[in-house]
Structures are given as structure tokens and as C-alpha cells.
């Protein structure tokens, strides 16, 4: 049995298949994770959002900002539409009802502790320590399963506050954990984020880094896996100096859908056939 870890596949269905054609995929003894953005820009959302539910207890699956993006148009929230979401298919499936509900129960973050792994879609702030984290995550995903998960969606976008607090309160606490979870690249020493900076490093504005970079990081003693910066494909670091494996590595841009190995931290990757984005 082995686990990998997948990328961003953005509705990238046929990389999918190939990916795991190239890694020998055994559904019956291998199990697969997913940093998120299952849907959205790429040609196959709904091809891609029924294969990964169809994996049942064989996937583990962390909510992206995509997934938040789907959930929250589904449910009133059509004015944040945007014209190059590809997320049609998936709002007009017979099945749409069962995929949305299975989407609103996933988590933020997984970690395992035997394998010695921690998966999110965009990063931690700087002040969390992995048990911290957690306890924000479990904050929203409440929010989510239970009965006032409308009023989250009607509150969920927006860039403020840009840095935590544990004085927070309401629906600024949660929008703030949700972008840290969900859209976070750079921030300050003190986790204040930037949010238009969606470039690889170097291009930021000072004093911001990559949320990994940051030297009081407390999650740092762990082994994080994380996708949803395409741009840090063309970053060179070593990424295991900050103990981070980012895994989207831009098959929606024309780059590569990639998966790492748990058990030996071994990569995997295809090409990608999105050749208009790359052009």
C-alpha cells in the first residue's frame, strides 16, 4: 500500500487518469490526497469532481478556494460568478445535490501523525502551531455543516481583516482562518496577508514572504503539504528546508499535474494538455 499526494487538478481529468497510470494506482490498496481545487478553469470539473468522490475511503480531500467558490455560487451567491469559472457542468449534473453536500463535509486540513504528514490547500499563519490549526479548522467546517452554512457563503469573500487574531470574533474570525487555509502566499513576520501577489517569490512587495519562509513559523517542525501557488514551479528553493512540499505545479497553466509518494517522498508528474492557457 502507498500514498500520494496530488496537486491541483482543476477539472484537468485526462492529466488525471495519466498521473495515476504513471504512479501504478491500485484503488484496491492504495489511497490518494488531494490539496484541493478538484474544480474550476480546466475543462472536466464535474468528470474530476465524481472521480475523486468515487474513491470513497481510498481519498483524502482537503477544501480548496475553488471548492468554496462552487459551494458558495450554489448557494445564492452568483454575483461573485466569474466569467472563466468552468463550473456549469457541475451546477447543472443530475447528481449535483449529493456532490455539493459531500464537498461541504470536507475538512480544511489532515494530518496524519503516522505517516508524519500535514495537508492543507494554501498554507498556516505564522502563529499556528499544527494543534492550533486544527481547532480553526474545526471552527469553520462547523460552520459549514451546520444550519447557518448560507449566511458563511454570504460572508465568506472579502481580504479583511489581512491578519489573525485570536480576538476575533464572528464572521470576521472565520473569513480570516477560511484565506489563510485557502488562499494564503505571502504574508509579514506578524501573518498579515497579501493578497495580490499571486506571482513566485521575488516579485512580492516588502516585507512580505512566502508564508513557509517565515523564521518564527510554529508549524515548521512539520512536514506540510500544500498546493493552490502555481507560480512556485518556477521558484527555485529547496523546498525541504522549510519541511513544505507545494504540489500545484500548474497543469491548469500548462505546466505539469504532479503527485508525491508518502513513503518515500518521491515525485511523480505528467504534462499537461491545456495547451490555450500555455499559449
Known amino acids: 500500500m502507498s500514498n500520494y499526494a496530488i496537486g491541483d487538478i482543476q477539472g ?61 455560487i450554489a448557494n445564492g451567491q452568483e454575483k461573485y460568478l466569474h466569467k472563466s469559472d468552468t463550473i456549469d457542468d457541475i451546477l447543472g449534473a443530475h447528481d449535483r445535490n449529493e456532490l455539493l453536500n459531500w464537498l461541504r463535509y470536507l475538512p480544511l486540513m489532515h494530518e496524519d501523525t503516522e505517516l508524519g504528514f500535514v495537508m492543507v490547500h494554501a498554507g498556516l499563519a505564522p ?62 513576520e506578524k501573518g498579515k496577508m497579501d493578497f495580490d501577489e499571486k506571482n513566485s517569490p521575488g516579485h512580492q512587495a516588502a516585507p512580505y514572504l512566502p508564508w513557509f519562509e517565515i523564521a518564527r513559523r510554529a508549524s515548521a517542525e512539520k512536514k506540510i503539504i500544500f498546493g493552490h501557488w502555481a507560480a512556485l514551479r518556477n521558484y527555485h528553493t529547496d523546498y525541504k528546508a522549510h519541511n513544505v512540499f507545494p504540489l500545484d505545479t500548474g497543469c491548469l497553466w500548462g505546466g505539469r499535474l504532479s503527485a508525491l509518494r508518502l513513503e518515500d517522498e518521491q515525485w511523480f508528474s505528467v504534462p499537461s494538455e491545456q495547451k490555450k492557457w500555455s499559449e
Open 12 to 72: 484537468c481529468y485526462s492529466e488525471l487518469l495519466s498521473l495515476l497510470d504513471e504512479i501504478n494506482f491500485d484503488d484496491a490498496k492504495d489511497r490518494l490526497w488531494f490539496t484541493g481545487d478538484i474544480v474550476n478553469r480546466g475543462p472536466a470539473s464535474l468528470q474530476s469532481l465524481r472521480f475523486v468522490k468515487s474513491l470513497s475511503d481510498r481519498a483524502v480531500v482537503v477544501l480548496g478556494n475553488h471548492e468554496l467558490h462552487l459551494l458558495a
Open 127 to 188: 502563529d499556528w502551531s499544527v494543534e492550533e490549526a486544527q481547532s480553526y479548522a474545526n471552527e469553520v467546517e462547523e460552520k459549514l455543516r451546520g444550519k447557518d452554512y448560507l449566511k458563511y457563503f454570504a460572508h465568506m469573500y472579502g481580504n479583511t481583516p489581512a491578519k489573525w487574531s485570536e480576538a476575533l470574533v464572528g464572521w470576521d474570525r472565520l473569513r480570516t482562518i477560511t484565506n489563510y487555509f485557502t488562499r494564503l502566499r505571502f504574508c509579514d
